[in-house]
């Protein structure tokens, strides 16, 4: 047992955080005392933090970058989660998403491509939903030239598509 400095009451050293600087390895006030002021603390200098972090952030755009990455790559479910839930609070932007991407699609098919051909761009469809049933992981097509890229625009024909793994295709996202 021991006692806060803060609340004066007696309680087991598992109420309280460790610390390398106290000579019996813990703090002299409790976790709860510890909250408290934290959350005091941080009300008082909100504003000055929030100003400090978004200073380092205009400062430091490729360290923001790689940072929310390795957040990313450790948190693969929670990053599912979050998405999750934006698209459902966001359907709309989700909709239009996928209709400006069909859209494209449509757009980027020529008029002159066979009925063979055609049936060539369904089976790199049907490939990727037969890996998907497998379970292993997760396929999407992919276009090797984009249909929206910034420098250049690809068609939606046969010969610019491949079957990938969704997570290289997430990593190669909209660039040639």
């Not at 510890?34 to 380092?56: F, G, H, P």
């Not at 369904?122 to 984009?146: F, S, W």
Request: glycine content about 2%; proline content about 4%.
């Amino acid at each position: 047992m021991k006692t806060c400095v803060r609340c004066h009451q007696d309680k087991p050293v598992e109420a309280y955080y460790k610390s390398k600087r106290h000579v019996c390895g813990y703090l002299s006030w409790c976790k709860e005392c510890e909250s408290k002021r934290s959350k005091t603390k941080n009300a008082v200098n909100r504003d000055k933090r929030l100003a400090k972090a978004q200073e380092w952030r205009d400062n430091n755009p490729e360290a923001l970058k790689q940072a929310i990455q390795r957040w990313r790559e450790k948190n693969p479910t929670k990053q599912s989660e979050i998405y999750k839930d934006w698209a459902m609070r966001n359907k709309y932007k989700v909709a239009e998403k996928w209709m400006r991407r069909d859209a494209a699609k449509k757009h980027r098919t020529p008029s002159w491509l066979t009925e063979d051909e055609k049936i060539r761009i369904k089976c790199y469809y049907q490939v990727a939903a037969m890996y998907n049933r497998e379970g292993l992981d997760t396929y999407h097509v992919d276009h090797i030239v984009p249909l929206q890229g910034k420098t250049v625009s690809g068609l939606h024909v046969p010969w610019n598509l491949q079957v990938l793994p969704a997570k290289l295709n997430r990593q190669k996202s909209n660039r040639f």
